[in-house]
């Protein structure tokens, strides 16, 4: 008899962090498991939820405002160090936009400076201007370019961490259009929007396997699913950059 696979993926602070469909990324994960007979579990983390990460395969920690980002800061900052452990243990994070902002060591607005996370080697610095439009990234964790919206202020300096991937049209991590997002260890963070995953089908499953593989610390093969819908879906958003 087949071993039954689960997941379970926290969305942290969805009250707070779900700019521009984010929520649209658990339902595409849990699909994608659904269809492969994988079971999926969703826990929606409010503000004042006590988190055990222990419980968690997959974490998501979405877009939100200037003025939402420093709530859940001052917030996450009583549990930096489960969170780290987690990040470091090879916890799978998607930490899209604001989300992906808190993951460095600070965000400096103006005179004002948010303390991040310190889960990843990078910092924010807001800039004049909002970086807005259509992206591709080419990444080499994938095949398939990875296209979504991009809505920010703030450029991220993501010093010696590896990026998602290097900027093929919009703007990516600062107007200097050169790369977009990080990769560390098992965190993907990254400006793209829409949401990201329903039209990223090959980055859904890079992290829908990376969860399985950690959890069941095995090698894990996904089943094929018929994807036609999803890549036309990307290729069209490629044309609109």
Same mark, same amino acid.
């Given at each position: ?19 521009? +469909? ?47 980002? /420093? ?14 452990? #987690? ?69 991220? #300096? ?30 993907? +963070? ?18 829908? /396997? /990376? ?31």
């Amino acid at each position: 008899m087949s071993e039954k696979m689960e997941l379970t993926i926290g969305h942290l602070y969805p009250d707070l962090l779900n700019l521009y +469909g984010d929520r649209g990324n658990i339902r595409c994960m849990v699909k994608r498991l659904n269809w492969r007979g994988i079971g999926a579990t969703v826990k929606e983390i409010k503000i004042n939820d006590k988190i055990d990460f222990s419980e968690l395969d997959i974490v998501l920690l979405g877009g939100g405002s200037d003025r939402e980002q /420093k709530l859940v800061c001052e917030k996450l900052s009583e549990i930096q160090k489960d969170f780290k452990e #987690y990040v470091e243990n090879d916890g799978v994070v998607i930490a899209i936009c604001g989300g992906y902002q808190l993951l460095g060591s600070y965000y400096q607005m103006g005179d004002e400076k948010i303390e991040g996370l310190h889960l990843v080697d990078l910092y924010t610095i807001q800039g004049e201007g909002r970086l807005i439009g259509n992206i591709t990234i080419q990444s080499d964790i994938i095949e398939m370019p990875i296209t979504g919206f991009e809505n920010h202020g703030g450029r991220t #300096y993501i010093n010696d961490t590896k990026p998602l991937g290097k900027v093929v049209t919009g703007y990516g991590n600062t107007d200097e259009k050169g790369y977009e997002g990080i990769v560390y260890k098992n965190v993907i +963070g990254t400006y793209l929007h829409g949401p990201l995953l329903p039209k990223n089908p090959q980055l859904t499953d890079y992290i829908l /396997k /990376k969860a399985l593989e950690k959890k069941y610390d095995r090698e894990v093969v996904l089943k094929e699913l018929d994807d036609r819908h999803e890549i036309r879906a990307n290729q069209y958003a490629q044309t609109r950059g």
